[in-house]
């Protein structure tokens, strides 16, 4: 029996902890005071063959990389080459991690011309051919496919690939098994002469395998556009002449990054807001990092400096981001419910926020620290997605040291210390008659389980054990798993707050036990084409703030959802739209991807005194907007994306007075009428976008 403690108790603790805190950051502000250093184990071995590709950041792309030019035309040059060429060409460019390959890539892949496809698939996990052939065809439609088998997979690629000249990137590319790349290589020459695969590797030995044609040997960038990239990112402009000390420091800091493009960008993104010649000092006395790709650790030492500067409350939400799989898309609608599961977001005093508008804050902290990707995009916040470079992860993960572990079926070492249990980083084909590792019971009390890849059948013992023995789980990843029923045991795990089973085919059901995760915060059933219904008892959950899902289920009646999100339902037509109706609470509809929606549902409009933002997105079957739209007196933001057909604006759409926001972008008749005949309907609001 679990006894919660009483709120009383429960304040003197918090405000306890607030104190320790506060006592910590001076601690640590008199640490780097007198220039002392932090030591911390590295509870995973991480080998040096993982350092991977360069800092993926479109700011970087898009300030017109420098110092690659010349390769960049080399391999045009070498692409074009082979144009005659009636078997398949394969060119690696090899080198270590950091020194810019997927940066080289990216490049070449934007000019690259003449070719009928152009698709980029990222690897970055053991060699596997499903997951290469799922990404091929993803690349192709658009979007994700799960759970095809091998011969379906194969029969895909071949329609899509086949007579066709294409341009394929396999970035982060390894393997050891000539046999297994000759088997991806013969699936793969289907495509007309000319056809080219570009792979980015660390491995020689990799690109002995693979090579059709020399491979490109990135080369270390001179220090003269290493600084030109530091001193764009450290300084603004105009200040040289105040700051000569730290200009001078500057260049020989750039000398010790040894061309490595990650590592500058980093340095030169953390120093941007210091101007204490003592502190650049201290970091332009470290070692000098002489043979960088053989001296892993040093360069981890070296990102470390950026982990050291953040803020009290930041550091723990980097260091799990570790918990996802490595190149992974991060992503606001889940992280910041991580992290909040995991006690990291909490209310700032005085503020009324909820746990995405904290949780995004945190995000873009991150993003501005060079510790993320710049998001792919702005226009939602909830769905905002970026990306953690490989070196940067590994960082977070020797960060959390003992406290997380990766596990296999061939490795299955916990330690009683372990909180944060990932199951693998490579694909297994099932666990359908695994019974549950009693290894696993040495740790005591973990508050995460998550499967970091793709697992298939799951036996319900396995998922018994997983409930059984981990009572204080607050955190349950289980997507990508197969299994028809959730045990109605889920309903003893009281402190569960995240809660995934998303793409899961056969799941039928959602036991009514559920209702008793009281503080449960979101459930993710996206992909789970068969069920059926979800619990008549869900209204009871009062901490749940986000679910998603993909559900047979025909109504949303009285559901309470106060978030939806319609996405690729192809087959939905909602010109009726009676499931729509006694959406009372809805606050947010994105719909995406909908191509039989030629007219809103009169349903929707249950939700005009809540909606707040409704976004519309490529749905190019849309012809018009009700005029009963100008019901919706709370809606503040409009979206409106890719709907070529939509015509014009109701004519009602100027009494939107909470309108705050509205964004048109590739809408060409929409676009036109804004500017002419519509522009009275608009001119009241505050902020409009269309089309740039």
Known sequence: MVEVEPFTNLQSRIHKLKALGKTLEIIVAKKNEFGLTEHYNVGCTIR??????????????GRNVVGRD??????????DGVRDVVELSVLPILGMGGIGKTTLAKLVYADVQQFDLKLWVCISSKFNINHILEGIVEACIGHKTPNQNMNTLVTK?????????????????????????????DLLNIGKQGSVILITTRGANVASITQTMEPHDLDRLPDHVCWS??????FTKGEEARYQQLYEIGKSIVKKCCGIPLVVITLGSLLRTCRDDKEWQRIDEMNSLVELNQQYNKVINLLKISYDKLPLHLKPCFAYLSLHVKDMDLHTNHVPYMWSALGLVGVRNGKNETIED???????ELVSRSLLQEPNSHIDKLWCGS???????????NILGEELSVVTLDNLTVSRYSKHIVWGYEWSNTLQDIEFPKELCKAKNPRTFRFGCRMYHISRSFLEGIISHFRCLRMLDLSHSWFEQ???????LKHLRYLDLSSNPILTSIPNTISKLLYLELLHLDGCEQLKEMPKTIHQMQSLRRLTMTTCQTSLINSKIN???????????????EGLDGLISLRLLYIERVPKLKFFPNGIQSAANSLEILTIYNCSGLLELPNWLQQFSNLRELFIIGCPNLLSLPSGFCHLKSLQQLHIEKCPHLTKRCATDDYPLIQHIPKIWIDG
């Open 486 to 492: 959730l045990p109605p045991s889920i309903g003893k």
């Open 358 to 364: 904290i949780g995004y804050s945190y995000f873009m």
């Open 387 to 397: 990306k953690m470079h490989d070196l940067l992860h590994d960082l977070a993960m």
């Open 48 to 61: 040096n063959d993982e350092i991977r590709n360069p800092l993926d950041d479109s700011r970087v792309l």
């Open 563 to 577: 978030r939806l999100l319609l996405d690729r339902c192809e087959e939905l037509d909602m010109e009726k739209g």
């Open 157 to 185: 690629v071949e329609c899509l690939l086949k007579d066709k000249k294409y341009f394929l990137v396999l970035d982060d590319f390894g393997i050891e098994d000539i046999a297994k790349w000759i088997e991806l290589q």
């Open 229 to 234: 990239i530091f001193e764009r990112l450290a």
């Open 70 to 79: 010349e390769s960049k035309t080399d391999i045009l040059a070498k692409v």
